[in-house]
């Protein structure tokens, strides 16, 4: 009965931990939020490729998701992947370095503010490659950064 119990509450752990939380990213240039799942609802937030979120459900098509800052939204699953990580600043200015350290110099995408969200390409220690929608890239301090 004991090993029965074990089984299903791993069983269960299991799957809350991977049926509707997992990490997505927009992959269209801009995609539209919204308060409910449908394009009648109110849109809450313009936002661009590669920015990430948790989804935490879907409905119909539809994604509940919550983003840096832990707001939650709605946003059509159509236009978010699950295929590459994504990360967003999370401070409000951010050097983007030629290599990992502060002993690089910073790339001519520096500063990038609050929001801006990249496609992670690589990690070395605290430090991760980023690239934008444009292909612009370089090193960003993880600390500085949410990770999806």
């Not at 509707?20 to 995609?31: D, F, I, R, S, T």
């Not at 098509?61 to 999370?90: E, P, Q, S």
């Not at 990249?118 to 490659?129: C, I, L, P, Q, S």
Request: positive net charge; charged residues 25%; glycine residues 6%.
């Amino acid at each position: 009965m004991r090993k029965f119990f074990l089984l299903s509450v791993s069983f269960i752990i299991l799957l809350l931990l991977t049926n509707n939380l997992y990490a997505l990213c927009v992959k269209v240039p801009e995609a539209n939020l919204r308060s409910g799942p449908g394009i009648k609802n109110e849109k809450t937030w313009k936002v661009y490729k590669y920015m990430p979120f948790k989804k935490l459900e879907s409905k119909g098509g539809w994604y509940r998701v919550k983003d840096v800052d832990g707001d939650v939204h709605w946003i059509f699953g159509n236009l978010v992947t699950d295929k590459f990580k994504c990360a967003v600043v999370k401070a409000d200015k951010v050097n983007v370095r030629s290599g990992p350290g502060t002993n690089f110099k910073k790339t001519p995408l520096s500063p990038v503010i609050k929001y801006y969200s990249f496609k992670v390409t690589g990690k070395k220690k605290e430090w991760v490659n980023v690239s934008d929608e444009y292909n612009n890239s370089g090193w960003i301090s993880k600390n500085l950064l949410w990770i999806q």
